[in-house]
Structure formats: C-alpha cells, structure tokens
C-alpha cells in the first residue's frame, strides 16, 4: 500500500490500514514534518527572547461536539484534548467594529445578518429537498432579503460572516452547499470553535494520532520524497518520485491537496478520465491569508478578540483582525494578526512584504486615531497560492454544481484512490473533512485485501464516479446520492427543527 501525503487524511489513512492490521505500507510526504496544512513557523519574540510558533495554516477545531446532547464530537477536539493540547474559545461577539475614523459602534448590522441567517438556512432548504437549481450565495442572500448594497460596514459585516470562513465571496460559492457546510459542521458538533496557541503547534494531535502506528523514526515514513509521476491501473499503481526513487503499491491513496491536482504537479499515466479532470477543474481551491504584526506594546483592547474594520471603498480590505494578545491566547505576546482572502491574497501574494506591510499600517493607523501606532518589530505572511504543496488554502464549493460531480472528485481510478479535505461532501475546507475521507480511504481498502469491511454505512469496495454508476453523463438528471457514499447526515436545514437535528 502506498498512502502520498502525511497531512490529516494521509496519516488517518494509514491509521485505518494498520488497525487492520495492514502494516506494509509506504506513506511518501514533501515536507520533512507530519501535518501538511496545519503548518506554524516561528515568529516574534517573548520578553525571554525566545520566538513564539503561530500557526501561518489551520488553526481552529471548528465545531467541538455536544456533551450534553450526547451528539457526536469532532475527532480534531477529541483527539487534541488527548494531547492536552492548549486552546482558548474564539468567541466571535468579543468584536470591537471600525471604519476609516476610528472606532465605530455598528455591532446591531452583526445581530441582524444573525437574524438573515434563519432565513438563509430555510430558502436553502427548500432548494434542496425540492431538488431545485443550486445557486450563487450572493443570489440566496438578494433572495432573502439582505442586500448590502453600497453600505461599507454591512459589507464588512457580510465579508466576515462569509468569507472570512470560505475563503471566497458570495458571488463565487454555492448557496446549497455552503449553507449545508456550516449546518454539517456547527449544528451537527457545536457552534463553539477552539483556537490552538499550543506552543508545540497545533499538529501536535494529528502527530500523537501517528504516533500510535508508527515508531519513532519508521521507516515507512518517507520525508522530503516529491511524487511526479502516478501510473495506475486496475491491478496495482506506481509511484515515481523526483529523485528518481519508486514505489509499486497493490494500491494509493493520494491525499495531495486539489490545489496540487489542479496545477498538474503530478503526470497520472493513463491520463484521469474526462469525468475526473471535470471535477478537479470544477471545485475551487480558495485562498485564506494570515498576516502577522508583533509590536512592542498591545495598543489595542485587551479584553477583545476581533477588530472588524470596513474600508470605504474596498469590500475585504483588512476587514477582520484579531489579538494573540488577549487572555486565554498568548497575553503578552503583542501579536495582532490581520487576515485576507480571495483576490486581496492574491494582490498581496504578488507585492513585497515592505509594500504590504506599509500599506496594512495604513489601515492600522486610521482604526486607532488617537494612539501612535508604531511600527511593528515582527512581520510575516505565507504565500499559500504558490506553495508546490499546496496550490491554496482549502476547496470551496462553487456555485451550481452538484453531488455528482463532488462523487466524481472522490471516485477512484483503477487502484488508486483520493482523500482529503475537499474530497468530503460534508465538511469540505475543514480538518475533520480530512480525517473523515482519510478514514474512509483507508478502510474501503482493508476491507477489501482482508476480509472485513468496516464502513458497511457509507460503502466498501470502490467509490463509482457518477457515470459508472448510472451509465450517462447527463448531470441534469438525478441529484440523488443514495449509495454515493454520502451520509445521510447530508441535509439543509429546513428551519422547521431545532438546529440541533439538522
Ligand atoms: C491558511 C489555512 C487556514 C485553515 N484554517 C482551518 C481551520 O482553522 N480549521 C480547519 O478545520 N481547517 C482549516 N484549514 C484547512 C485544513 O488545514 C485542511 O482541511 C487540512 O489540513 C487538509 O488536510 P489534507 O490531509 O486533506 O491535505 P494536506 O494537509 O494538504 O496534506 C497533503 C499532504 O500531501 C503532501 N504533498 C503534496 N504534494 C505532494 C507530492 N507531490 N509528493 C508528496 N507529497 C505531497 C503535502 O506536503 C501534505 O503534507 C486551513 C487551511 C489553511 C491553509
């Protein structure tokens, strides 16, 4: 077995092969560290000199999980608090709001897009279970009354709410399916999110998960090892790797990112099937972009988390920043981070950090008028767009396109199969969508070179494409995922149920 990638759904794979006592795997990774996206660096310094690690990817345990309700808990939170790992609640009405002139109360806009936010879930709802034509977010929210129109804060208001999440506007995500996202996510675990400060980085709990399978040191875990060529067949699939190195498997898991699968960082001989390469160029890998200032001082409130900012002319122009500085984070630390998306990433993924930096002082200097703003002694930002091992941040869904098509991005071909964040109908963008696919990649294949399958609920054997399936091409048709490999938990919520049963 040759699982490519040791990110989140790379590790779980193998993690699912080895409780099946599958042990003779390879997992080849580009990167000499477990994680993949759930990537820290070194920033700044504390008061002893010694840096501090913030997190340039993944950084929240989106939705936690119910105990009360004895619902289900996300793995990401259970298998963090096994490594005790540290966090703090990123409570998202800690906000202080501004414009161009400083401070600005329009917190009432936040609790009225709350408000559109029912509206939102039941007009999605009803597009889904009436199987009607999905459509763009920006035309779910005309539909539903919100229009931002020319407003500058209800337009911060909606980017933070929006795109601070996705990572892509209104205009370029799905209505159904994003509003099906969120319910997934924070209805079926919690509306809570944890943020990690663990200063041992927050792929501390996928690296304990790896740690109950492989020694320290294994050898089957191949570091800095750059896969360029996949030949797959029904019988079996080789790997070639940059440094001229192979791997010929009875069957891959290939958990590259479909930022990498979409700039052709690997030669797939045969080439993927029409029905694959439409789904790879179908979904959008998105751009989520933190910048980091450390200052000698915390100029800013203490006892708050996030400072929303609405440009007067741009729409996502520094929009949302939040303090590493506050209680339960890392006080002290004067750490402020700013966070871009989409366009302005790409803007600012294109300029020098000096020009950056001035131009996000700027910006800085017009919330806080009446303080005098220094310069900041730390700076940083990653160029998530570039990475060759990445391509992107996290996949988005966009704007009508359907199940089928999502089946045809997880479906396999011959031998090899494909899991990771985006392959996730349900959590696509998140951690626990990588853990989940991994999982289910890993077990699919057990279960078929032993003789017990263990995911009876969701399928074994194969992922069919759409068109195996149902022998057509034609999308229009069915908008079914019976026996698709997606749960049943897949549904909008209607507005008609308490928001935990959705
Ligand atoms: C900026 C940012 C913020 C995010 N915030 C959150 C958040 O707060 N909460 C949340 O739940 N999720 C968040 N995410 C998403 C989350 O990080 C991903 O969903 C998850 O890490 C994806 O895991 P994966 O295993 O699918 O893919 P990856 O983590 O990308 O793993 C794939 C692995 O394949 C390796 N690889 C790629 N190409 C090759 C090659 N040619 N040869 C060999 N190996 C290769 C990569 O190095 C990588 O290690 C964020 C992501 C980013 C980038």
New binding site residues.
Partial sequence: MAV???????ITAAQALANQSITDFVI????DVIG???RNTKFGSDSDGNPYVVE?????I?GLGNDTLDGPENPVWTFSKQVNLSSANSDASSIVTYNETGAVDYTDILDEFEEYWAIFEQNAGTILTENLQDRSFRAGLWQSGWRPKGDAARKAVEWWMWDWETAQTPEESSFVYGITGYNLTYYAFSELSYFSVDQRGFNTWIKGEAAKFLEANDTRLHFN???TDIEYSDSGVKITNEDGSCVEADYAIN???LG?LQND??AFEPELPDWKQDSIATFTMAT?T?MFFQFNETFWPTDKQFFLYADPTTRGYYTVWQSLSTEGFLPGSNILFATLVDEQSYRVEAQDDETTKAEAMVVLRQMFPDIDVPEPIAFTYPR?TSTP??YG??SNWPTGTTLEMHQNLRANVGRLYFA??ATSAEYF??????WFE?REAGERIAGMVTTECRNVESGCGNYTSYEVLHGTTDFSEVNAFNGMGVSPLFVADTGDEEESDA
């Fill in positions: 490519i990638g040791a990110g989140v759904a790379g080849v990774e580009y990167n993949g996206r759930m340039l990817g993944a950084n929240w989106s090892t750059v896969v958990t590259v990112s990498v960082a690997i989520y933190k998530w091992w990445s941040s996290y990771g964040e963008g998140f951690l626990h969508g990588a991994g």
